[in-house]
């Protein structure tokens, strides 16, 4: 067999090159990121891996925090643990609904999909329903809720209604070695049914507790949810920053959420150098559009960075 030679050899080899390293290379990272903030967040986290650079952070200190519903999900027109409480109604009612009239008027709700009722009666139902349900049984719905329900306003599956720009955050992160957590208003047991989406376990999963009381099983132990949440732990607020550091045992140095009650966890990021807290706006109709003056307010005041769905962010959902 005769190979070509000299310049065309060259052309050959130039030609092959440029047809495999696209395909080598892949998606660039944070490819739904506009710029300027796409450079931002990349000089951020090579930033704080590089030993050389003035923002280096020792891997056990490379801490990053996201809230869940807003942050890195849709969370209208309900939150997700919302929907999960009421796929239970659905399965439960109308058996539920002749316990009394409180069970009534919440099985009339959820069959209706009576945003104000259910908003308005939040901690009933997040807890009430879902009383005597094995911590196993609550985990195994949330995670059936997340692969075959549907957000109604969306037309998209929950799993589907995931932000695509914070995925591609998350993988830098890990790339970069943070060590990332959710930490959430929601439902820690629903956290754990979902955060392997974003190639976390159970253990990286902060959020509101509800009580259980242990059950004997066989040689086992069963806990079994009792419909009361445990005294100071739903996790909004304070409680996100003090559940943080008694998890992770350090501060954030990325945070990112969406409403008043992530304030905390944001100054407790922005709180020392280095420090990223991101504040994520819903202004884009790609989506839904409903913003949160008070945290802007205080984002503009603290030097918090806004990101804008509507500038910042190419896409908004994950590709099927």
């Given at each position: 067999?005769?190979f070509?030679?000299?310049?065309?050899?060259?052309?050959l080899?130039?030609?092959?090159?440029?047809?495999?390293?696209?395909?080598?290379?892949?998606?660039?990272?944070?490819?739904?990121w506009?710029?300027?903030?796409?450079?931002?967040?990349?000089?951020?986290?090579?930033?704080?891996?590089?030993?050389?650079?003035?923002?280096?952070?020792?891997a056990?200190?490379?801490?990053?925090?996201?809230?869940?519903?807003?942050?890195?999900?849709?969370?209208?027109p309900?939150f997700?643990?919302?929907?999960?409480a009421?796929?239970?109604?659905?399965?439960?009612?109308?058996?539920?609904?002749r316990?009394?009239?409180?069970?009534?008027a919440?099985?009339r709700?959820?069959?209706?999909r009576?945003?104000?009722?259910?908003?308005?009666?939040?901690?009933?139902?997040l807890?009430?329903?879902?009383?005597?349900?094995?911590?196993?049984?609550?985990?195994?719905?949330?995670?059936?809720?997340?692969?075959q329900?549907?957000?109604?306003?969306?037309?998209?599956?929950?799993?589907?209604?995931?932000?695509?720009?914070?995925?591609?955050?998350?993988?830098?992160?890990?790339?970069?070695?943070?060590?990332?957590?959710?930490?959430?208003g929601?439902?820690?047991?629903?956290?754990?049914?979902?955060?392997?989406?974003?190639?976390?376990?159970?253990?990286?999963?902060?959020?509101?507790?509800?009580?259980?009381?242990?059950?004997?099983?066989?040689?086992g132990?069963?806990?079994?949810?009792?419909?009361?949440?445990?005294?100071?732990?739903?996790?909004?607020g304070?409680?996100?920053?003090v559940?943080?550091?008694m998890?992770?045992?350090?501060?954030?140095?990325?945070?990112?959420?969406?409403s008043?009650?992530d304030?905390?966890?944001?100054?407790?990021?922005?709180?020392?150098?280095?420090?990223?807290?991101l504040?994520?706006d819903?202004?884009?109709p790609r989506?839904?559009?409903?913003?949160?003056?008070?945290?802007?307010?205080?984002?503009?005041?603290?030097?918090?960075?806004v990101?804008s769905?509507?500038?910042?962010?190419?896409?908004?959902f994950?590709?099927?």
């Amino acid at each position: 067999m005769r190979f070509p030679r000299g310049p065309r050899l060259l052309v050959l080899l130039l030609l092959v090159l440029g047809l495999a390293l696209p395909a080598l290379a892949g998606e660039p990272p944070l490819a739904s990121w506009r710029e300027p903030l796409r450079h931002e967040l990349l000089a951020f986290a090579a930033a704080a891996a590089d030993p050389a650079s003035p923002g280096f952070v020792p891997a056990p200190e490379r801490i990053a925090a996201f809230d869940v519903d807003g942050t890195l999900i849709a969370e209208k027109p309900f939150f997700f643990t919302v929907e999960v409480a009421l796929a239970r109604l659905e399965r439960i009612c109308p058996g539920y609904g002749r316990q009394g009239e409180e069970q009534a008027a919440l099985c009339r709700a959820a069959a209706g999909r009576d945003r104000g009722y259910l908003m308005g009666h939040l901690s009933q139902v997040l807890s009430q329903p879902l009383a005597g349900m094995s911590f196993a049984a609550y985990r195994a719905l949330a995670g059936r809720v997340w692969r075959q329900g549907v957000n109604p306003r969306l037309g998209r599956s929950f799993r589907m209604s995931v932000y695509q720009p914070m995925v591609e955050l998350i993988d830098l992160l890990h790339k970069r070695g943070f060590t990332v957590y959710l930490n959430s208003g929601s439902d820690t047991l629903a956290l754990a049914a979902i955060s392997g989406f974003w190639g976390l376990g159970p253990e990286r999963c902060i959020g509101t507790r509800y009580q259980a009381r242990p059950v004997r099983r066989g040689r086992g132990v069963e806990f079994v949810r009792t419909g009361r949440l445990l005294p100071g732990r739903l996790n909004l607020g304070p409680a996100k920053a003090v559940n943080m550091i008694m998890r992770a045992g350090r501060r954030p140095i990325l945070a990112m959420g969406n409403s008043t009650g992530d304030a905390w966890l944001l100054a407790m990021a922005a709180g020392g150098r280095p420090g990223l807290a991101l504040v994520l706006d819903h202004d884009d109709p790609r989506e839904f559009v409903y913003t949160k003056p008070e945290l802007l307010a205080t984002a503009r005041e603290r030097g918090w960075r806004v990101v804008s769905m509507r500038r910042d962010w190419a896409a908004i959902f994950i590709q099927d």
